[in-house]
């Protein structure tokens, strides 16, 4: 699999990282068998980073992926994992720390390649920090690293476009994880002519500090692949609009094309043609669904042509509805 440059981290991650999350959900959702089997399928077609959170599954995606390190012999996959702070947080360097205690516990490490603050910036959610907020736990980060807890510092790019740009300008942290999708481009062209989070070329942003940008939710929550809902898909823009979003995702099946592959196939192709995203991170429900990522990531990004084309069903009238 092609291994990319993530940013000035000295680090390389593969095109598809797998995603242990709630959404796809194979690590939590589908039993440990089916878990470690996914696991050994990931890492034998060349995803040998994994991307967890203590959040997720309250652990039980951590916990799994311990049990299946603690079996295996040989080098390790990279790891990254994500911990959330309490908004107001005097002490966030000792939070921190506590929390990824517990986390390097449930894995069965010391130590990981990247560590996420998982609360978004700006708005007015329950977990949402300020750009201050945000920024002081990016230098709490920068101490934690400075003892071998983890090599980069990154955020998970979601809340108020606006407090977002203010966070990544200021260069301290070093990753994040930004979402981007064939529904939601904004991210790279900015400036949707339809109702969605408009993260306003927040990517070029990220590619000026030289921060290594790992692309989340490709498949948006589900909708580009799929007409039916599992029922745990999690809004995690501000306007999410279940409806819209599959009318969305609709007019941009029917204009895919053999070429594209099906619309599991583009979504990623797509996310793998943005040169500013190092690694896709992939969350999978089922088996059937990696061994399509993986034959994805075979065919490579979309070419230009194809790319130029989806200015068309962005500009759409049943698309910007």
């Known amino acids: 699999m092609e291994r990319r440059r993530f940013g000035r981290t000295g680090l390389e991650v593969p095109a ?6 709630w959404v796809g ?3 939590i959702h589908r039993g440990e068998e089916e878990a470690r089997a996914a696991l050994d399928l990931a890492l034998e077609g060349g995803m040998d980073w994994i991307d967890t959170a203590a959040l997720y599954g309250q652990g039980a995606s951590e916990t799994v992926i311990g049990r299946w390190l603690a079996g295996r012999d040989g080098p390790r996959p990279s790891l990254s994992t994500k911990f959330q702070l309490q908004p107001g947080e005097r002490d966030p360097a000792g939070a921190a720390r506590a929390s990824l205690e517990a ?4 894995l069965g490490v010391d130590r990981v390649e990247t560590v996420f603050l998982h609360n978004p910036v700006g708005g007015d959610g329950a977990k949402a920090l300020s750009p201050r907020e945000a920024l002081a736990a990016a230098d709490a980060m920068a101490r934690l690293a400075e003892e071998g807890l ?3 510092s990154g955020m998970t790019a979601l809340g108020d476009p606006t407090a977002l740009a203010e966070v990544v300008d200021e260069g301290r942290f070093d990753a994040a994880q930004v979402y981007v999708n064939l529904l939601n481009p904004t991210a790279i062209r900015g400036r949707a002519p339809w109702n969605a989070t408009d993260f306003d070329g927040l990517l070029a942003r990220c590619a000026a500090r030289d921060m290594g940008v790992m692309g989340i939710r490709v498949f948006a929550a589900g909708h580009i692949p799929n007409e039916t809902r599992t029922g745990r ?3 995690i823009t501000a306007n999410s609009d279940d409806a819209a979003e599959a009318r969305r995702a609709e007019v941009l099946r029917a204009a895919l094309t053999p070429e594209d592959g099906d619309a599991a196939t583009a979504a990623i192709r797509f996310a ?6 190092s690694g896709v ?3 999978l429900a089922e088996l059937a669904h990696l061994e399509a990522a993986l034959e994805a990531e075979r065919r490579g990004p979309l070419p230009a042509a194809r790319l130029e084309a989806l200015e068309a069903v962005w500009a759409d009238p049943a698309f910007t509805a």
Do not use: C, M, T, W
């Open 16 to 21: 598809l990282i797998f995603g242990g999350g």
């Open 25 to 27: 959900g194979v690590l």
């Open 103 to 106: 986390s390097f516990g449930r």
């Open 150 to 152: 983890f090599r980069a």
């Open 233 to 235: 898909e999690i809004p």
């Open 272 to 277: 793998l043609s943005i040169p500013e995203v």
């Open 281 to 283: 991170v992939v969350g």
